[in-house]
């Protein structure tokens, strides 16, 4: 099978191993596991069915998005539900919106059913918002589907229902569905515009997980929500790929549901508290310009003078032992992605050294 490697996840991977101060990051370190209250039965060999996920879960989330289990797809995180969406809707020939810059997983599944990939630019200048009319340019017949992020990796731009709404009603019109992955909306405070995409339209699904704000990437605990017909497709491609998922982890992950009011404010509370160390960093530099992201644990800037990211975070890294992301991974040379979950004083060590690299990097 030919297909565009996912370049980005082999890099992050390779980096969580790398020495220094790591700030490539973009999910939430682990919670403490007594904000969870596992009980030992959560552990044991006979714990429940869970053929397609624990019914507990899928029942948590249908009342959390107000609609039924027939809905709801349990996967291994928002990659495979973000893959079984692309599997079950896309033919060979296709066409599929996907947002510029934007996360790189989209283009490869798209190779991976040799859908053709149409970009929808998300500008600095606009706030990182689509332009409508942009978009209704881009929509035709052979358009299948449309895939957002909100709030948008890299820049954690928030979108607004409104555009939402819009674009959902436009990808209609030619009977596209439109994906949103949402792993990152819980980064917003409750009521502060964190309103789930999926009554947007009824050709809307919308897919998510606890890794990112939540820290429980090992789980692998994502779901989809979306239209019956689309979920049911996605449950038989389900049981080619998944004959069950892991009991132990969907035990887990259901204390993390049952205590999520609890465990939500955490990543909130590490933004608040470093944001403004790296707001301070960010306007000493003249050279750099940035997104306010209106939460989460990364930025996403902009150097300017420098073409060539790559080699930046490389130099930032080899020679001053911090860990970034460049834009070429997010289509976008001349721009770095840098999280900030560390403790505050890693976050201003590690921004000074960022710094001494930028200086030493464009002295050359
Ligand atoms: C937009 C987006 N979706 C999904 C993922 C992967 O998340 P998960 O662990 O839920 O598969 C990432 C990880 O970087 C991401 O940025």
Same mark, same amino acid.
């Given at each position: 099978?030919?297909?565009?490697?996912?370049?980005?996840?082999?890099?992050?991977?390779?980096?969580?191993?790398?020495?220094?101060?790591?700030?490539?990051?973009?999910?939430?370190?682990?919670?403490?596991?007594?904000?969870?209250?596992?009980?030992?039965?959560?552990?044991?060999?006979?714990?429940?069915?869970?053929?397609?996920?624990?019914?507990?879960?899928?029942?948590?989330?249908?009342?959390?998005?107000?609609?039924?289990? @027939?809905?709801?797809?349990?996967?291994?995180?928002?990659? +495979?539900?973000?893959?079984?969406?692309?599997?079950?809707?896309?033919?060979? *020939?296709?066409?599929?919106?996907?947002?510029?810059?934007?996360?790189?997983?989209?283009?490869?599944?798209?190779?991976?059913?040799?859908?053709?990939?149409?970009?929808?630019?998300?500008?600095?200048?606009?706030?990182?918002?689509?332009?409508?009319? @942009?978009?209704?340019?881009?929509?035709?017949?052979?358009? !299948?589907?449309?895939?957002?992020t909100n709030l948008h990796n890299p820049s954690?731009?928030?979108?607004?229902? +409104?555009?939402? !709404?819009?674009?959902?009603?436009?990808?209609?019109?030619?009977?596209?569905?439109?994906?949103?992955?949402?792993?990152?909306?819980?980064?917003? !405070?409750?009521?502060? *515009?964190?309103?789930?995409?999926?009554?947007?339209?009824?050709?809307?699904?919308?897919?998510?997980?606890?890794?990112?704000?939540?820290?429980?990437?090992?789980?692998?605990?994502?779901?989809?929500?979306?239209?019956?017909?689309?979920v049911s497709k996605m449950l038989d491609l389900?049981?080619?790929?998944?004959?069950?998922?892991?009991?132990?982890?969907?035990?887990?992950?259901?204390?993390?549901? @049952?205590?999520?009011?609890?465990?939500?404010?955490?990543? !909130?509370?590490?933004? @608040?508290?470093?944001?403004?160390?790296?707001?301070?960093?960010?306007?000493?530099?003249?050279?750099?310009?940035?997104?306010?992201?209106?939460?989460?644990?990364?930025?996403?800037?902009?150097?300017?003078?420098?073409e060539e990211t790559g080699n930046l975070a490389?130099?930032?890294?080899?020679?001053?032992?911090?860990?970034?992301?460049?834009?070429?991974?997010?289509?976008?040379?001349?721009?770095?992605?840098?999280?900030?979950?560390?403790?505050?004083?890693?976050?201003?060590? *590690?921004?000074?050294?960022?710094?001494?690299?930028?200086?030493?990097?464009?002295?050359?």
């Open positions: 099978m030919d297909f565009e490697p996912f370049q980005y996840m082999r890099f992050a991977k390779r980096l969580e191993y790398a020495d220094g101060i790591f700030m490539a990051g973009s999910g939430m370190y682990r919670p403490k596991a007594d904000l969870l209250k596992f009980k030992e039965s959560d552990f044991t060999l006979e714990s429940l069915c869970s053929n397609y996920g624990d019914p507990r879960n899928v029942a948590w989330l249908a009342e959390h998005y107000a609609t039924s289990g @027939e809905n709801v797809a349990l996967t291994a995180g928002s990659s +495979e539900a973000n893959f079984l969406v692309f599997a079950a809707l896309l033919h060979a *020939g296709d066409k599929v919106i996907v947002e510029s810059p934007g996360y790189p997983q989209f283009s490869s599944l798209a190779s991976l059913v040799g859908a053709e990939v149409v970009k929808l630019p998300r500008r600095f200048e606009d706030g990182f918002q689509p332009d409508l009319d @942009e978009f209704k340019k881009l929509l035709d017949d052979s358009v !299948r589907l449309v895939v957002l954690m731009a928030r979108m607004s229902p +409104e555009v939402m !709404r819009e674009i959902a009603a436009a990808a209609a019109e030619v009977g596209a569905k439109v994906l949103v992955d949402e792993v990152y909306l819980d980064h917003l !405070r409750p009521g502060e *515009g964190d309103e789930s995409a999926l009554k947007a339209g009824e050709n809307v699904v919308v897919t998510s997980s606890l890794t990112k704000v939540y820290g429980l990437s090992g789980l692998r605990f994502g779901w989809a929500v979306g239209p019956k017909k689309l389900a049981d080619v790929v998944d004959p069950e998922l892991s009991t132990v982890a969907q035990n887990m992950a259901h204390r993390a549901l @049952e205590n999520l009011s609890r465990l939500r404010p955490v990543a !909130r509370r590490l933004h @608040e508290r470093n944001w403004p160390v790296v707001k301070e960093w960010l306007e000493s530099r003249e050279d750099v310009e940035y997104y306010h992201p209106p939460g989460g644990i990364t930025v996403w800037m902009k150097v300017n003078g420098v490389t130099v930032a890294r080899q020679d001053y032992g911090v860990l970034v992301v460049p834009g070429e991974y997010f289509q976008s040379p001349g721009w770095l992605r840098v999280g900030y979950k560390i403790e505050p004083t890693s976050v201003r060590e *590690g921004l000074s050294r960022l710094g001494k690299a930028i200086d030493d990097f464009k002295s050359h």
